[in-house]
């Protein structure tokens, strides 16, 4: 097959494949989508013409997050610089342990790990490109447990004391999940109570730190978040800090969703504290729309890494010359790294920081047109006082129909039929469905169309569920709906 000819024809496709009108996804169940794919198919002669047409498919069934109705994530949105350099990152195909391997990459690494340390006022200090910021999350943690317990690099956690960490019961699940990893437990990561805006009671955090220490255990980390999960909150870190600092704990601030708001003069006072704490996870790829994956860890102290990885038996790829301080993979627990440094390099070139400021500007003003669209609608409700970019809300029900059946009937439906995709979570038990705005393409007629589609759909969907009150009649709306 010619070469040339078949990437013109891909390049095309993917140049067109998100024109205006079209659907946000073309949604099947699981069984019809491999009946129509016949994806389990791999021949044992290849066959060069199924590329385009397989990519066409990938395409056609794959949900385009960057279309405007796409509402669903932290993440969406397009950022053509970093999409160009994610392609050249594959063109070239490097990995980020040596510098011989990887020059200019590791150059730009180092760059952009100094500037984002000055931006969150660690002024010596380091850090890595990580798998996500949940992994970032669990590196801080490690970090942590290895300043506190130096012999367990070596030793392991046999004849450590019980350690615990804190964060708030708004925080990402990946907490537990590092704890878990790391051999501390996801039962010793202590829940903080938050108040009604989603942000941790910092009073609950001592009380919590007390019960632990009575109990024997060793307290040694407290991540703080600024900008939850579900609210969008920001933790009182200058506060947190204090606590952090009379304890002697570790202090982590979570800035996987929210970490690029710092970008905007207007809201870097929502980060007010942060140059106390020890490390920072900030993730391009949500908030600056760097395709996925760009997420970073910075550490205060930038030998902690190096302290807690290094002397490993690495002769065969580490070699002893002048270019040892550029080797990035001796402070990195991946060997083999992608380079998801260029992307976002490339994209803050373009930007430059009031490009990215005035993005963020941006996404604040339609969060809050989006806030009041809730408040001045008769047929919708808002669950919680926005905090930055999230809106929580409800569809009103009526006349004894469970909101939440509605509500979820609501949002799947509009998935299903490719109109609009949007999340959900619990609040104080019910469900709230969560609107995010991280794209700042997006435009105010974006956000009437979501609410017109949303509230539209609630209204069919309730007048289905007054006609058949019986609960297993509500089911079937989806069902209904989904084959209209
Ligand atoms: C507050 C918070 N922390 C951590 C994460 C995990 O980040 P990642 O998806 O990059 O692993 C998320 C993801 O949404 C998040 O919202």
Not at 200 to 224: H, R, Y
Not at 439 to 453: M, R, S, V
Request: hydrophobic residues 40%; charged residues 20%.
């Amino acid at each position: 097959m010619n070469k040339d000819k078949l990437l013109n024809q891909l390049f095309e496709y993917i140049k067109n494949y998100n024109t205006k009108g079209s659907k946000l996804v073309d949604f099947k169940t699981p069984g019809k989508l491999k009946e129509k794919l016949n994806l389990s198919i791999l021949p044992a002669g290849g066959d060069e013409n199924s590329l385009l047409a397989d990519v066409q498919n990938y395409l056609k069934y794959s949900v385009k997050t960057n279309h405007k109705q796409f509402l669903n994530q932290l993440y969406s949105g397009e950022n053509l610089p970093a999409f160009i350099g994610e392609i050249i990152a594959a063109l070239t195909n490097t990995s980020m342990y040596t510098y011989e391997v990887a020059p200019i990459a590791t150059l730009i690494e180092k760059e952009l790990i100094n500037k984002m340390c000055s931006i969150a006022g660690f002024e010596n200090g380091g850090g890595t490109f990580a798998t996500g910021g949940s992994n970032a999350n669990m590196l801080a943690m490690m970090s942590a447990r290895n300043k506190i317990l130096p012999s367990v690099k070596q030793k392991g956690l046999q004849l450590a004391p019980v350690l615990s960490a804190f964060v708030s019961n708004q925080s990402h699940y990946s907490f537990d999940t590092a704890a878990n990893i790391l051999g501390i437990g996801s039962g010793q990561v202590y829940k903080i109570k938050s108040d009604t805006s989603g942000k941790m009671l910092v009073s609950d955090l001592q009380n919590a730190i007390e019960k632990s220490i009575e109990k024997g255990e060793t307290p040694f980390f407290v991540a703080a978040t600024t900008g939850t999960t579900l609210l969008g909150s920001f933790d009182p870190l200058d506060e947190i800090a204090k606590i952090a600092n009379l304890y002697h704990l570790w202090m982590h601030v979570d800035g996987s969703f929210g970490g690029s708001i710092i970008l905007s003069k207007k809201y870097k006072y929502l980060f007010k504290g942060l140059e106390k704490a020890d490390s920072f996870t900030w993730n391009p790829h949500k908030l600056m729309n760097v395709p996925l994956i760009a997420s970073v860890l910075l550490l205060k102290d930038k030998h902690r890494l190096m302290k807690n990885l290094s002397d490993l038996n690495t002769d065969y790829i580490y070699h002893d010359n002048d270019l040892e301080e550029y080797n990035l993979g001796k402070q990195s627990v991946q060997c083999g790294r992608r380079v998801d440094a260029l992307k976002v390099w490339l994209a803050w070139r373009y930007y430059g920081d009031l490009g990215y400021e005035k993005r963020i500007n941006k996404m604040f003003d339609l969060a809050a047109y989006a806030e009041n669209k809730v408040k001045s609608s008769n047929q919708l409700q808002l669950l919680a006082q926005r905090q930055s970019l999230n809106i929580n809300f409800i569809y009103k029900s009526k006349n004894q129909v469970d909101s939440d059946e509605l509500n979820l009937m609501i949002r799947e439906n509009l998935m299903r039929k490719g109109i609009s995709m949007v999340n959900y979570g619990y609040l104080n038990g019910k469900v709230s469905i969560r609107l995010v705005i991280s794209n700042p393409d997006l435009i105010e007629g974006d956000l009437d169309e979501f609410f017109e589609n949303f509230i539209a759909m609630g209204n069919i969907l309730q007048s289905k569920t007054i006609q058949n009150s019986q609960k297993q009649d509500v089911e079937k709306c989806l069902i209904v709906e989904n084959h209209e």
